[in-house]
């Protein structure tokens, strides 16, 4: 089943390859989506694909990229948006 969340990261995730390296990681898990920095210093995410991509994916940014430190990840449903790829904004 296709599911759709949006998830908002915070802690020290800007400025440590968090986004590029969550890139690789939704390609590698074929999700779609985006992911960009917000003012604050959290990060955004939109990912559309598979319950169990998606969960892992999650699993993903809980831990971050080596030189982050994640310290809340939030998670909630929401809109599809017919995403063609996933896009670091």
């Known amino acids: 089943m296709k599911q759709h969340l949006n998830i908002k990261i915070s802690g020290r995730v ?3 390859f ?3 390296m969550a890139k690789k ?3 590698e898990l074929g999700l779609k ?3 960009r920095n917000e003012s604050g210093g959290t990060v955004y995410v939109e990912v559309e694909g598979g319950e ?3 969960g892992e994916f999650v699993k993903w940014c809980r831990q971050g990229s080596a ?3 994640v ?3 939030e998670v909630k449903d929401g809109d599809f948006g017919n ?3 996933f896009s670091v904004l």
Do not use: H, L, M
């Open 14 to 16: 800007q400025g440590v």
């Open 18 to 20: 968090f986004r590029d």
């Open 25 to 27: 990681r939704a390609d």
């Open 33 to 35: 989506g985006f992911i």
């Open 52 to 54: 169990s991509a998606i």
């Open 67 to 69: 030189s982050a430190k």
């Open 71 to 73: 310290e809340r990840v």
């Open 83 to 85: 995403f063609t790829d």
